[in-house]
């Protein structure tokens, strides 16, 4: 049996909001039901934060829970306030860490290298763990779980990005001096090089982790897919409901426009209203999101835009007819949470966007269906679904998905590092 005192660093770990803690939040709950003592690092809610729609999954007095602050000059950087005062320390903060970090400045988890190994290593040596897991982004939280073992030879070290690193579209990457860049590659490379696992939700996104490694030594770090999932508990109060009115198609769409990928949703937009004005059937899209002011301008009688709603989501899933997946040219080929998150409502995905490895697997999988050209092909995915033209059969495969057996593949991994 392996060991089952863990360590989990994970920056936004419930109750913070946002879904940077949904993945870790879920796997910490069926870790502990599989008998491990949880103990999580995590970064200090803000002021007037939002309770994580995750929380009760944490709610546990198995589950020990330490806090950080966050640095700073990070906090007025990741400031939302438009007052003259944050506009102010935002433009100060951005300059000071240009000067004083190494590295990408928008890295949440930055100057705090000093807080994290130290309070790690009391837990460590309190509780004689000897499981740490840590998740990014932020990516100087692998880093520091890296140092943490270097202090802890001993110590099995797993760190799941949630993202790409070094190649990531976001977090500054793109836009990094030469030293700058050479400070990523040097943390990334002391990772491979000292840790014992790197798990990413998807091959693709493995395979682009390895190629960015730039060091010279041998890494020691294995590479294994730990795919997002689903939280069977979230599913046993829905029943399937029946269609309400044959007239009508709900299509639903929960999470972030990416970038790149909003040309595609206002295109479908266009289509379904054209459809709807001249039609006795009825097209109905309803969108939830954070950032859901930005998609006030498409609000008719037919398309509601409308703030995330949690766990409640699952609710309006168990009413649609699919659930719309969009994405973009940079994560065309990764299956987000949502796209496992919903795979018990046996609802088919319909998907927009960049073609990639999803939509091939929609198609080839019989999940869904895809629409290559959204101008072209929409009207005609809406009047197929309407005579009844559409079956897919591949929806009934979906239990090997669960949190509880992504948990089984963590203790494997725990012991044979073990063994």
């Known amino acids: 049996m392996p060991n089952k005192k863990t360590l989990l660093l994970c920056w936004d770990f419930p109750p913070n909001d946002g879904i940077g803690g949904r993945r870790w939040a879920k796997m910490a709950k069926w870790l502990l039901k599989s008998g491990h003592e949880i103990h999580v690092i995590k970064s200090k809610s803000k002021v007037g934060n939002q309770n994580s729609a995750w929380l009760s999954d944490v709610e546990s007095d198995d589950i020990h829970i330490y806090e950080v602050n966050s640095y ?17 320390k935002h433009k100060f903060s951005a300059i000071y860490l240009t000067f004083f970090s190494n590295g990408t400045i928008y890295d949440k988890a930055i100057g705090k290298e000093r807080d994290v190994v130290k309070l790690a290593s009391k ?5 004689k763990i000897e499981n740490l897991i840590v998740t990014g982004a932020p990516f100087n939280l692998i880093y520091y779980a890296a140092k943490i073992k270097l202090v802890f030879p001993k110590l099995f ?20 001096s030469a030293k700058n860049k050479l400070a990523e590659q040097n943390k990334q490379n002391l990772v491979f090089e000292s840790i014992d696992v790197i798990t990413a939700p998807n091959s693709f996104l493995l395979d682009e982790i390895k190629s960015t490694y730039t060091g010279s030594n041998l890494t020691k770090a294995n590479f294994v897919e730990l795919p997002h999932a689903y939280d069977e508990d979230d599913f046993l109060i829905f029943e399937k409901l029946k269609k309400q009115n044959s007239n009508v198609l709900k299509i639903v769409y929960a999470g972030s426009v990416y970038l ?21 059937h009825l097209v109905e899209l309803e969108i939830y999101m954070d ?17 995330s709603v949690g766990k409640d989501i ?22 987000t949470t949502k796209f496992y998150e919903f ?24 999940m869904g269906y895809v629409i290559k050209d959204v101008k072209n092909e929409t009207v005609s ?23 509880q057996k992504r948990v089984e593949l963590i203790n494997n991994l725990i012991e044979k590092i073990d063994a």
């Open 291 to 307: 950032d859901y002011k930005s998609l006030y301008q498409f609000q008719n009688a037919a398309i509601s835009v409308k703030p």
């Open 260 to 280: 790149g990928a909003k040309s595609y949703l206002e295109e479908f937009i266009n289509q379904i209203n054209k459809y709807n004005s001249k039609n006795e």
């Open 157 to 176: 070290v797993l760190a799941d990005y949630r993202d790409p690193w070094l190649n990531a579209v976001n977090y500054g990457m793109q836009n990094l």
């Open 381 to 403: 995915f809406i009047e197929s679904h309407f005579s009844s033209n559409l079956v897919f059969k591949g929806l009934s495969k979906f239990k090997n998905h669960t949190f």
């Open 123 to 127: 837990i460590i040596e309190l509780n």
């Open 314 to 335: 699952f609710k309006v899933i168990s009413e649609a007819d699919y659930v719309l997946i969009l994405l973009a040219e940079h994560n065309k080929d990764f299956k």
């Open 343 to 366: 795979l018990p409502f046996q609802k088919p995905y319909l998907y927009i966007g960049s073609l990639g490895e999803v939509a091939k697997n929609i198609s080839e999988d019989e």
């Open 72 to 88: 700073l000059p990070v906090k007025w950087l990741n400031s939302k306030d438009n007052k003259f005062s944050d506009k102010l």
